[in-house]
């Protein structure tokens, strides 16, 4: 079964083999062939020629340019390589969390190497320039802005070296460390008691102590918070942007004022505006409300138990404009939407998109392996197309006629200027042009 159609770049082809299971897909900017359930290779028209290939997704994922290449397995085993002018930039391998060779022979100062637990080092992961280790846990070295933390062994005891910090911890039991004018850190029975003071330096340092889960207190430039059996009942006091907020029964009870905007009485309705995003819920988690604008766009969002039914509608801003579109989304039935330029589109069951509206790859591998039904139209140019039982079936008007498929069986065209019928492809059929008529017999024109 092939269809072509007209979109957004230019003209596009599917072509579908053993009903879904089999699709090559083109167009203007991509390329693409499917194998479902097993995988898709991606191929973009574009500079460096991106393609990418995926294979049981998300277990195997391999993406690459013409300068290299980048490969996963479930994102726990991967490596990359990328040259430039047949010179290698980097090369990487890790079978995470156990073993790490990173290359990069430009810049050898962001390379390294190490096997967990006995020996090596990693740099800028898990939020640190740099760790080392060696027979892990008993020995390692975490490094952050010049300072040096020892763990001999990890995480019980601490000692802390460079940049003028200083510092020891018998963790969870005690801990001070200081750096002088940038800050101070003091604990007991982590993490119950704690007293802390950063940027020692400004004018207007930031404190924060307590002791959990009875009273906690946090001052910094423009703000003051404390929180009385932490974390129920407390408030917040904040200038530029003015907001006062007050913790009645966190996280159900607290009223807030100013920027952010917050009422909640939850479970039963909350509201808040943050950031310029309106969001209310009904019976947490039930039914929830987002509504904001773009630049040229209203945008209204609901859903029902986050994904169980989810629905976005859009609108011109400026009064003179008609636009209207929509997305729906009711998992596992129907999903439907409308681009706002005429093109409409349900499918009749839908068990991923909702959980994964944005993935392009779950879209095209696993999505049309569910579609008993599926009605694409375009009221602009007066066509439609509805298919049944992953295209077995299908019924489409075109701007130069209807056509009837039943798989590979027949194959059934009207129009003014062409028509026709094809049985098993060739097998005997008829074809009009104009006023010409050919005859196939055998798949030989007669």
């Not at 040229?296 to 609901?302: D, E, G, H, I």
């Not at 729906?328 to 499918?347: D, E, H, I, L, V």
């Not at 027949?410 to 094809?422: C, H, I, M, P």
Request: glycine residues 8%; hydrophobic residues 35%; without cysteine.
């Amino acid at each position: 079964m092939n269809l072509e159609e007209e979109g957004p770049s230019g003209p596009q082809r599917r072509d579908q083999f053993l009903g879904p299971f089999v699709e090559e897909y083109t167009s203007p900017e991509q390329d693409w062939t499917a194998v479902r359930p097993f995988g898709i290779r991606y191929t973009e028209n574009a500079p460096l020629n991106p393609r990418s290939l995926y294979i049981f997704y998300p277990f195997y994922s391999y993406r690459a340019t013409d300068p290299g290449y980048y490969w996963n397995l479930f994102y726990l085993i991967r490596g990359s390589r990328y040259q430039t002018n047949g010179e290698m930039d980097s090369s990487t391998f890790e079978i995470f969390p156990f073993y790490f060779d990173y290359d990069y022979p430009h810049t050898p100062a962001f390379s390294y190497w190490g096997i967990l637990p006995f020996y090596g080092e990693i740099k800028d992961r898990f939020f640190f320039d740099r760790v080392k280790w060696v027979l892990f846990p008993f020995y390692t070295e975490w490094e952050n802005n010049g300072e040096t933390s020892y763990g001999t062994p990890w995480p019980f005891i601490f000692h802390r070296r460079g940049a003028g910090s200083s510092g020891f911890a018998f963790w969870p039991f005690f801990g001070t460390y200081k750096r002088p004018g940038h800050y101070s850190y003091k604990y007991l029975l982590w993490p119950l008691i704690y007293h802390q003071v950063k940027n020692l330096g400004a004018e207007e340092p930031t404190v924060n102590y307590g002791f959990l889960p009875f009273y906690t207190y946090e001052k910094r430039p423009n703000m003051v918070q404390e929180n009385f059996f932490w974390p129920f009942f407390g408030y917040t006091d904040q200038q530029e942007p003015d907001y006062h907020e007050t913790r009645y029964f966190w996280p159900f009870l607290v009223q807030g004022r100013g920027t952010p905007y917050v009422n909640r009485w939850g479970p039963f309705y909350t509201r808040s505006i943050r950031n310029g995003v309106d969001k209310q819920w009904w019976m947490w988690p039930l039914l929830k409300r987002r509504t904001w604008q773009t630049e040229q766009l209203n945008v209204s969002n609901w859903s029902f138990l986050y994904f169980l039914y989810w629905a976005e509608f859009q609108t011109a801003r400026d009064p003179n404009v008609d636009f209207s579109a929509s997305k729906t989304y009711a998992w596992p039935w129907f999903s439907m939407g409308n681009n706002g330029q005429g093109r409409k589109q349900f499918q009749l069951f839908t068990p991923f998109q909702p959980w994964f509206k944005h993935n392009e790859v779950i879209r095209d591998v696993y999505s049309p392996l569910f579609a008993i039904y599926r009605y694409d139209g375009n009221s602009e140019l007066d066509t439609w197309r509805h298919s049944f039982v992953f295209n077995l079936v299908t019924v489409e008007k075109k701007e130069v006629g209807h056509r009837f498929t039943l798989g590979p069986i027949l194959d059934v065209r009207t129009g003014e200027e062409e028509g026709g019928f094809s049985i098993l492809h060739g097998l005997f059929g008829r074809k009009r042009v104009g006023d010409e008529t050919d005859w196939k017999l055998f798949w030989f024109t007669l």
